[in-house]
Each structure stands twice: as C-alpha cells, then as structure tokens.
C-alpha cells in the first residue's frame, strides 16, 4: 500500500503565504508525477499545480506567478509555496502522486486533504 501524509495548511490573511508539504511513503519502486489539486465547497476539484520526477511543472492559470511547486525525488516529497494569497484560494488541498510499484502498471494515490483558508 502506499500512503501519502500532507502537512502545512492553516489559516492566513490575504498576502499571506503558507507552504504545504506531501510525503509519498510504502511499497514504493518510483513515484513519478506528484501534484496538488484543490476543491473549495460547492464547486470541483481541479488542479493547481504538478510537477514530473524530471523536474518539468504545470500550474493552472489561476496560481501562475504566485504558488511554486518543487519536490525532493530522495525523500518522495513534493511541496508547495504559496505567495500572495487570495481568499479565492481557500480550499481543501488534495496532494497526488502516480506510484510505480514495481514493473507494470502505474497507481494514482491521493492524501487526505489539508484546508486552507485566506482571511479577507
């Protein structure tokens, strides 16, 4: 199984920033894309940002500029700098990661989620 552990949500004031943190850990050959999405109430989950194992990221428009996602491939980490928070970005932050268990098939995982909230 393999289990992925978020931390570093909480609450901040608009222009505030906040840094999540994910941890992919278990019966784990490579972990190969890692993302984080979001859902805010009432509304989809949609994706805010993801990055490969070679480094190359994607982000929706939404957060370009301001959020930056990194990972530490040693440490099946992937982490997420939020700048120049908005209250727009309050939402339960999902982290994701595409896990090779050994040969074969891929796996998606999902965390638990981590609420953020921006004060107006």
């Known amino acids: 199984q393999v289990r992925l552990v978020e931390s570093g949500g909480g609450l901040v004031q608009a222009g505030g920033s906040l840094r999540l943190s994910c941890a992919a850990s278990?019966?784990?050959?490579?972990?190969?894309?890692m993302g984080w999405y979001r859902q805010a109430p009432g509304k989809q989950r949609e994706l805010v940002a993801d990055?490969?194992?070679?480094?190359?990221?994607n982000y929706a428009d939404s957060v370009k500029g301001r959020f930056t996602i990194s990972r530490d491939n040693a440490k099946n980490t992937v982490y997420l700098q939020m700048n120049s928070l908005k209250p727009e970005d309050t939402a339960v932050y999902y982290c994701n990661a595409v896990v090779s268990r050994g040969p074969g098939p891929t796996y998606a995982y999902w965390g638990q989620g981590t609420q953020v909230t921006v004060s107006s």
């Open positions: 278990g019966s784990i050959f490579r972990v190969n894309t």
């Open positions: 990055i490969t194992r070679g480094g190359s990221t």
